[in-house]
């Protein structure tokens, strides 16, 4: 299956929606599934570093561990899933727009199921993952632009 893809405008510039979408801690202020997330400890900030996150897939708590693979300020990144049954691939681009004032974010979602996340994947987690991505830009935007 192809990855599910969105964009958003957003009205900040390109380095302040970077910062904010790379620091894993904003993680559950914007995205509806992610309960927690957290830095581990033992790995340097920047590519290569990995993050704890806890999702709500359907009605379990699942917790996983996510790895920095790309960090280009402000222009794009990419964060992979390195274990459990579901493990997420998210690439983000974002542009500068008009005056550069503005970012146009675009977020790519794919996911490859292991074990029982086989079956998880097709049944729960890429459609939940369709309807919320919509809402979880909606979110960055709406915490983005209240910042500003």
């Not at 974002?94 to 794919?110: A, F, K, Q």
Request: hydrophobic content about 35%; charged content about 30%; aromatic content about 4%.
């Amino acid at each position: 299956m192809s990855a599910i893809k969105e964009t958003i405008e957003i009205s900040r510039r390109p380095e302040d929606v970077f910062a904010y979408m790379t620091d894993s801690s904003h993680l559950p202020e914007w995205q509806e599934s992610a309960v927690s997330a957290r830095h581990v400890l033992d790995t340097p900030e920047g590519v290569g570093s990995r993050v704890a996150v806890t999702r709500r897939i359907g009605r379990r708590e699942i917790p996983m561990t996510m790895e920095w693979s790309e960090l280009d300020p402000p222009r794009s990144w990419r964060i992979d899933g390195v274990d459990g049954p579901v493990r997420g691939h998210a690439h983000g681009t974002i542009e500068p727009v008009g005056d550069g004032e503005r970012s146009r974010v675009t977020i790519e979602l794919d996911f490859e199921g292991h074990g029982v996340g086989k079956v998880l994947v097709p049944l729960v987690v890429r459609p939940q993952a369709r309807k919320e991505i919509r809402r979880n830009e909606q979110h960055l935007k709406d915490v983005l632009e209240r910042q500003a």
